[in-house]
């Protein structure tokens, strides 16, 4: 800056008459309109000075000029009202604006808020229609100047092929590039572009794979429904068949005829007889039933007489009868006779009929057999009568009673018992312990009453580790003095909310004190402990820590009792 201006300026504002030198250096009289103070406006400052015109009366002049100069009230926003010409570049313009808007702001202006707020509206209005016509001039001639350059579009596909091929190989070019990456604007797009890729390159890496979760299977076993068990009923003997004189069977046809198969049902209508002479010595049931009194007719020959019954039985069988009967079965297809259920051996049940007695000479009757089915009639005899063979239920002899399935167990899952939480420290409650050192030692010895106020305090620290412990926290506060400290924290209330909070965040705790030494104060109102700690609790992660230290407390006397008035650890 020269002072040739600055004193046209002086001038122009002692006079109130606009001047060339206002609009050349209008960023020099916005600056100290801005702030009189700054260095770079100091030469204008020291001009208006030397007019003898104050700040005040030379500000509002300056306003004045501006007005009429960028403010008419028939003109519309454009670049006169920044005070620059239309072709003005770009980097002045923000300049000129940002030192319009710093000058005519409403916050400079509050008791002309309404004036200031109209100027900076124009000012606003004016720069956007400066950005908006310089971008379409640049418009304008960037179109131009490629409708000079841009040959005519291809009309053949072979054209096309190589205005296609062409514009391929201008991007392989560096240049196209260059002025790609020149552009703020693109520069700002490739960056986004390349962060966003670099973020999906690196997600995975952050991203911990899920464990896989053990397929629950059900076991088909596991759900067995339950049908009732059929009941069973134990075979028993067919009873003996009267023979018919009339059928007279031959021998060759009874060995034809197989036996049928055997009927698990039983018909109560017809009572059956249990047969004494066979042999069930082997038969053993499961469950016995409770026998009865048999009646006094009953006899049961011995295994002697039954075999000699059937070595009889055996030799009459054999020997040429007169009359063959329905009754007379070979020897030879004598198989092993069925097992009869409980009942019918061992309890006669009582709608049915004694057995035989036996005969004079201690052989009991002849055990036979009778086939199922009767053979055929010759011709010119009369058919048999099956009706007791119809009605009698018959089975084969020699064939146990087929077993019942076995029931198959129900598989039975077991519950998977709930996590028990980790048991809290427990270690043996220890009685205090003291150090090596005197528990009390007075600086006075004649003062046995500090000396007895001073042997309370073993047993206030016993009470502090048990309250500490347990989480009581009146109890725990109750041997705090109402001056009480401990390190940082200056008031009771302090010291309660903090110990409130350590006990909510602990699940459980201990501490221990060792190496206990006790002296009064110098004044021996009061009595000084030291001694050494070590806490072990649970965080609120169930996680065990342990700390260790030293603490210094302090105890005043308050009537009968040793209240705590410092602590420090």
Not at 172 to 186: D, F, G, N, S, V
Not at 191 to 207: E, K, M, N, Y
Not at 469 to 487: C, R, T, V
Not at 501 to 512: L, S
Request: proline residues 14%; negative net charge; contains cysteine.
């Amino acid at each position: 800056m020269t002072a040739h201006w600055t004193r046209q300026i002086a001038k122009s504002l002692e006079s109130g008459r606009p001047s060339r030198a206002i609009e050349t250096h209008l960023d020099a009289l916005l600056l100290w309109l801005a702030n009189p103070d700054n260095s770079r406006a100091s030469d204008l400052d020291k001009a208006i000075e030397a007019s003898r015109l104050d700040r005040g009366r030379a500000a509002t002049r300056a306003y004045q000029l501006l007005d009429q100069a960028l403010f008419p009230t028939d003109q519309q926003p454009s670049a006169a009202t920044l005070g620059l010409p239309q072709d003005a570049d770009q980097n002045l313009a923000k300049q000129r604006y940002r030192r319009l808007i710093q000058v005519y702001h409403p916050d400079r202006h509050p008791d002309k808020t309404a004036w200031a707020t109209q100027h900076t509206e124009q000012i606003n209005r004016a720069f956007d229609a400066f950005r908006r016509a310089e971008a379409s001039d640049k418009g304008a001639t960037t179109s131009s100047t490629q409708s000079e350059e841009t040959p005519p579009g291809p009309s053949t596909p072979g054209d096309r092929i190589t205005h296609a091929l062409a514009w391929i190989q201008s991007w392989t070019r560096p240049q196209p590039w260059r002025e790609l990456i020149a552009r703020p604007k693109a520069r700002r797009w490739a960056g986004a572009i390349l962060a966003t890729a670099l973020i999906l390159a690196l997600a995975p890496l952050f991203h911990e794979t899920p464990k896989p979760r053990p397929k629950i299977i059900h076991h088909p076993l596991g759900e067995v429904h339950k049908t009732p068990p059929k009941e069973t009923v134990a075979p028993e003997p067919r009873p003996l068949a009267q023979a018919e004189p009339d059928s007279h069977p031959a021998p060759e046809e009874t060995d034809a005829i197989p036996p049928a198969p055997p009927k698990p049902t039983r018909t109560s209508d017809t009572p059956t007889e249990p047969e004494a002479p066979l042999q069930i010595a082997q038969a053993t049931p499961e469950v016995p039933p409770t026998p009865e009194p048999a009646p006094a007719q009953e006899t049961t020959a011995p295994p002697e007489e039954t075999n000699a019954t059937d070595a009889s039985s055996n030799q009459t069988s054999t020997a040429p009868a007169a009359s063959p009967s329905l009754t007379e079965t070979e020897p030879q297809q004598e198989t092993a006779p069925a097992e009869p259920s409980p009942e019918s051996t061992d309890t006669p049940k009582a709608s049915e009929p004694a057995s035989p007695p036996t005969e004079p000479n201690g052989l009991e009757p002849e055990t036979t057999w009778e086939p199922l089915v009767p053979p055929m009639p010759s011709i010119g005899q009369e058919p048999p009568n099956l009706a007791p063979i119809i009605e009698q239920p018959s089975i084969q002899p020699g064939l146990a009673p087929e077993p019942a399935p076995p029931l198959q167990p129900e598989l039975q899952i077991p519950s998977t018992p709930a996590p028990t939480p980790p048991t809290p420290p427990q270690s043996p409650q220890l009685p205090l312990r003291l150090g090596a050192a005197p528990a009390i030692t007075s600086s006075t010895r004649g003062r046995a009453q500090t000396a007895a106020i001073c042997s309370q305090v073993p047993a206030r620290m016993q009470a502090f580790q048990h309250n500490y412990q347990s989480g009581s926290l009146d109890d725990f506060m109750a041997l705090y003095s109402p001056l009480a400290k401990e390190n940082d924290l200056g008031t009771w209330f302090a010291i309660r909310q903090t110990y409130r909070q350590w006990f909510a965040t602990t699940r459980a705790r201990r501490i221990d004190f060792d190496q206990l030494r006790v002296k009064p104060t110098a004044d021996g109102k009061r009595c000084a402990a030291i001694a050494t700690f070590e806490v072990i609790f649970l965080n609120s992660d169930s996680k065990l820590e342990r700390r260790k230290g030293a603490i210094q407390i302090l105890f005043e006397q308050r009537g009968a009792e040793l209240l705590i008035l410092r602590v420090r650890y």
